[in-house]
């Protein structure tokens, strides 16, 4: 269902979509972070900032993005397959209905 809602959409529209959603959530948990962080007014030490980078490489581990890019790369080689795949076929059943045709015309 995901798959053919994609397809409608268009993988470009997709991507768009995902990437604005993605966004969306890195810049909450940003404002999240502010405002915290500014409550102590006390300059941030290394310790402090540990969670806020946790927080980071948990959004970057989840980002779709890789694996929708990879996604499209896997379809575009598949069309690439399937498309020289025809080319070879309507080829040779070109070449066989030309050589019916000669055969018939003798």
């Not at 809602?5 to 990437?19: E, K, T, Y």
């Not at 946790?54 to 996604?71: C, I, N, Q, S, W």
């Not at 498309?83 to 000669?102: G, K």
Request: proline share 4%.
């Amino acid at each position: 269902m995901l798959e053919r809602r994609l397809r409608n959409q268009g993988i470009g529209r997709a991507l768009g979509i995902l990437h604005r959603n993605v966004g969306r959530g890195l810049q909450r948990v940003d404002g999240e972070r502010v405002p915290s962080a500014a409550s102590g007014f006390a300059p941030l030490s290394t310790a402090a900032l540990a969670p806020g980078r946790a927080l980071d490489e948990r959004l970057r581990r989840f980002d779709v993005r890789p694996r929708l890019a990879a996604a499209v790369r896997r379809l575009e080689a598949a069309d690439s397959r399937a498309a020289n795949t025809m080319r070879v076929r309507l080829a040779r059943r070109h070449s066989r209905l030309e050589q019916l045709s000669a055969n018939s015309r003798n």
